[in-house]
Nanobody, 128 residues
Framework: QVQLQESGPGLVKPSQTLSLTCTVSGGSITTNYYYWSWIRQPPGKGLEWMGAMAYSGNTYYSPSLKSRTSISRDTSKNQFTLQLSPVTPEDTAVYYC????????????????????WGQGTQVTVSS
């Protein structure tokens, strides 16, 4: 059973960098063909797929966020990290790290709920 846990600051000032870490247990982020992703949900809005990192370390980003998003990993800690910069109040959302129980992955926000394993989510507020 894969478990994911998001961690990071709950409050970020505008123009600064949002950095969140997902710690994975019960599975390895380097397991062949698996993908690890970040999804967010702003208040009153739907789920938005942000980006993903493959088992190989390759990264994929939403076109709308690509210029501001970076996903990296620390294989020794079995963690992957999201950075979003610079942030604005519109980046206020609950942020989730997710993965699947097989090698499929979804880059379409309309299919975001099809990711199988979810962290509990972490609220991030962007405000001065």
């Amino acid at each position: 059973q894969v478990q994911l846990q998001e961690s990071g600051p709950g409050l970020v000032k505008p123009s600064q960098t949002l950095s969140l870490t997902c710690t994975v247990s019960g599975g390895s982020i380097t397991t062949n063909y698996y993908y690890w992703s970040w999804i967010r949900q702003p208040p009153g809005k739907g789920l938005e797929w942000m980006g993903a990192m493959a088992y190989s370390g390759n990264t994929y980003y939403s076109p709308s966020l690509k210029s501001r998003t970076s996903i990296s990993r620390d294989t020794s800690k079995n963690q992957f990290t999201l950075q979003l910069s610079p942030v604005t109040p519109e980046d206020t959302a609950v942020y989730y790290c997710v993965t699947n129980d097989d090698e499929t992955y979804y880059t379409d926000s309309s299919k975001a709920r099809q990711w199988y394993y979810w962290g509990q989510g972490t609220q991030v507020t962007v405000s001065s």
